[in-house]
């Protein structure tokens, strides 16, 4: 099976754009996670997506949004960028069973994303 | 809330002895306990898992981890380093409340194998 995919790798934005990312899960996964990895905060969770409905949320302001697609790819969007938004954003996708916690999340290679 | 620590910034170890990478952990509940390497510019690689059972789980190149409930601890270890292990190691802890898919990571730890 293909992995998780990412688009863009890199990208580079100014102050006060916004961003799209997008992530295209394993196949036959219905969950997506999304993570922001920084060097200050390390790696914090942003939100994750089950069948299209958003089913967790990280302590992130409302800037940071995202959806799921009903073929399970979901993509993230930043709104008015900050420079602070500079991290590595990683995706992670899983079969999506109900209270699983222990459910094993594969990663993307992530989107680096440079804010000027 | 459930928390990870990863007290040591950085490992060092020779290549063929062995190695081992610190995590302790806080969760109300039981715990589901995650290792992942990151490789430079790259993505996290799933290493292995404990979600119940045997205190000692095997998984990918070689390396193991084992579960101690009474000391809260999920070190990470590998009978003989290879210069080739030279990564940064999360350890993770996942939600376990019906609250779907969520990790809470440690802050990494650097492990340096030298030849």
């Known amino acids: 099976k293909a992995g998780v995919t990412q688009t863009p790798r890199y990208l580079i934005k100014t102050r006060g754009q916004q961003v799209t990312l997008s992530c295209s899960p394993i196949?036959?996964?219905?969950?997506v996670s999304w993570y922001q990895q920084t060097p200050g905060q390390g790696l914090q969770f942003l939100f994750e997506?089950?069948?299209?409905?958003?089913?967790n949320k990280g302590n992130f302001p409302g800037r940071f949004s995202g959806r799921q697609f009903s073929n399970s790819r979901s993509e993230m969007n930043v709104s008015t960028l900050e420079l602070g938004d500079s991290a590595l954003y990683l995706c992670?996708?899983?079969?999506?069973?109900?209270?699983?916690?222990?459910?094993?999340?594969?990663f993307g290679p992530g989107t680096r994303l440079l804010v000027l | 809330a459930q928390s990870v620590a990863q007290p040591e910034d950085q490992v060092n170890v020779a290549e063929g002895n062995p190695l081992t990478v610190k995590c302790t952990y806080s969760?109300?509940?039981?715990?589901?306990l995650f290792w992942y390497v990151q490789y430079p510019n790259r993505g996290l690689q799933f290493l292995l898992k404990?979600?119940?059972?045997?205190?000692l789980v095997k998984g990918s190149y070689g390396f193991e981890a084992e579960f101690n409930k009474s000391q809260t601890s999920f070190h990470l270890k590998k009978p003989s380093a290879l210069v080739s292990d030279s990564a940064l190691y999360f350890c993770?802890?996942?939600?376990?409340?019906?609250?779907?898919?969520?990790?809470?990571f440690g802050g990494g730890t650097r492990l340096m194998v030298k030849p």
């Open positions: 992670a996708s899983g079969p999506g069973l109900a209270g699983a916690g222990g459910e094993t999340q594969y």
């Open positions: 969760v109300s509940g039981n715990p589901y």
């Open positions: 993770a802890v996942g939600s376990g409340n019906n609250a779907g898919n969520m990790l809470t």
């Open positions: 404990y979600i119940t059972g045997d205190n």
């Open positions: 196949s036959g996964h219905r969950s």
């Open positions: 997506y089950f069948s299209e409905t958003q089913r």
